[in-house]
């Protein structure tokens, strides 16, 4: 049975060692979803409190009665299962709150996969968790993905904005999506079966703006054999999606107000007025109140279009989206090259990589820097790792520690510029965590000894002294 509500999911497994859970993780993949691993309850602690993680199967070993406090914070982000020697059908475990159930450590994976499946559709539209059973993240899911608070709180209005007929203004930097929104509004929208016209007010001549959006008459201008319709006449019953609305010239910005307000156009030399029945929806980089305040935008257009307002935050306001959208962008590049699941994955240090960069180009830049990865990808790899990615980023100002060869090329990368302390701090950070927390290995990896370690570890408010 296939079961595309998992595609974009995201599982954590926990402990078990390198080999344990591996056909469920595969079974994952091949469902669309996306999976990381960590080896302590600790780091699971610290995915779901900084990444989006749906479920998290954990080995029952790694957590006793004092981590109950650890299954609560788990539990609150995401669906719990923890694997056990025998289910919990046998009476042998103990119910812990806040695990959705026990399941045996050989599980079926497509079992797993249905046991989540149900999970997630018995409780859609009731958790109050960010996961995709979140009833809005549900119902924008085939439009959007996301799971931050910044965006879901920018996109909260967004069925009832859908819902209404009025005009909507929708601001945010280059590539943060401007007109992915205008279209769900377009499609959520009574008007959806009409038609959806897209025209970037910036990218046509200012001589030719005005034909474009409004059409001209027969005889217009030398040139002008036939009639032809504009863009208004064109949208009708449907949507007009007016793009970068603070490019277009000022004496046009008189005409598209008294549109606005008449809802009647006049082709370009044309003397009867025609009826118009479009929605209008402009979209703006720059800040129109500035622009009002500074002569180039009229105030009084401004406020006819501000009526409802949606503002898209850049992707380094929502960092809890950037690896959730650079698997999928992963995805669908795979797929498009006619490579089958399961996709290579972007290992831990990656998606470190990733979330830390200022992504100026926004969720465009993103979509086309792991498009250039996957395509570039040697064909046998199974993870992207950093050195993967920094021949397409242009922002990272990074450089790999020398251990990267002790990690299967999976090198700790640290900004440059960064204090010598600071730097050491994280190279035995992520040296700690990358030999499970084992401090004779870790100093083996350093070349220091145990005791100078623990004295770092112990200066650094790491452990207690």
């Known amino acids: ?19 344990a859970f591996t056909a469920v993780e595969e079974a994952f993949k091949g469902c669309g979803g996306a999976v990381f691993r960590v080896d302590v309850p600790e780091d699971a602690l610290r995915f779901v409190a900084h990444r989006a993680i749906d479920v998290v199967l954990a080995d029952a070993a790694l957590f006793d009665t004092k981590t109950q406090e650890l299954i609560d914070s788990l539990a609150q982000k995401a669906v719990v299962y923890l ?21 045996g450590k050989q599980i079926d994976p497509q079992r797993f996969i249905q046991m989540v499946g149900a999970r997630l559709v018995k409780h859609q539209g009731g958790s109050t968790a ?48 401007k007109e992915i929104v205008a279209r769900a509004i377009h499609v959520l929208s009574k008007r959806a079966g009409g038609p959806f016209m897209a025209v970037n007010c910036g990218a046509i001549p200012e001589g030719l703006i005005e ?95 501000n009526i409802l307002r949606i503002h898209l935050p850049p992707l380094w306001q929502r960092v809890e989206d950037i690896a959730y959208l650079a698997f999928h962008f992963l995805g669908r590049a795979f797929a498009e090259m006619g490579i089958h699941p ?40 199974k993870q992207v790792l950093p050195i993967h990615l920094t021949p397409h980023l242009e922002d990272a100002e990074l450089r790999p520690c020398i251990l990267e060869n002790h990690f299967n090329g999976d090198a700790i990368y ?10 050491e701090d994280i190279i ?38």
């Open 342 to 381: 399961p996709y290579p994955h972007l290992s831990p240090a990656s998606i470190d990589l990733i979330e830390g960069l200022p992504w100026k180009g926004n969720v465009r830049e993103l979509r086309n820097v792991m498009t250039r990865v996957a395509t570039v990808l040697p064909h046998d790899t």
């Open 414 to 423: 640290i900004p440059i510029g960064t204090p010598l302390p600071e730097a």
């Open 211 to 305: 034909g474009e959006l409004f059409g001209h008459e027969k005889g217009a201008f030398t040139g002008a054999a036939k009639t032809r319709k504009g863009k208004f006449e064109a949208a009708s019953n449907g949507t007009l999606f007016l793009d970068e609305i603070g490019d277009m010239p000022l004496l046009l910005q008189v005409r598209l107000l008294r549109v606005l307000e008449e809802r009647h156009i006049y082709r370009v030399g044309g003397e009867r007025p025609v009826p118009i029945n479009v929605r209008v929806i402009a979209a703006t980089r720059i800040g129109l109140k500035q622009a009002v305040a500074d002569g180039l935008f009229r105030e009084d257009l401004y406020y006819r279009l």
């Open 83 to 103: 694997a056990t020697d025998s289910s919990k059908g046998d009476g042998s475990e103990i119910f812990t709150p806040g695990v959705e159930d026990y399941i």
């Open 130 to 177: 960010l996961t995709v059973t979140d009833p809005l993240i549900n119902k924008l899911r085939p439009y959007f993905l996301f799971r931050s608070p910044a965006m879901r709180e920018a996109l909260e209005n967004l069925p009832a904005i859908a819902a209404s007929n009025q005009t909507v203004l929708i601001s945010g930097e280059t590539g943060t999506g």
């Open 1 to 19: 049975m296939a079961h595309p509500e998992l595609s974009g999911l995201t599982l954590l497994i926990a402990g078990g060692g390198p080999d």
């Open 428 to 465: 035995i950070r992520e040296t700690l965590k990358r030999t499970g927390n084992n401090r004779t290995q870790t100093a083996k990896v350093l070349k220091i000894g145990l005791r100078t370690l623990r004295r770092k570890l112990s200066e650094g408010g790491q452990i207690d002294p």
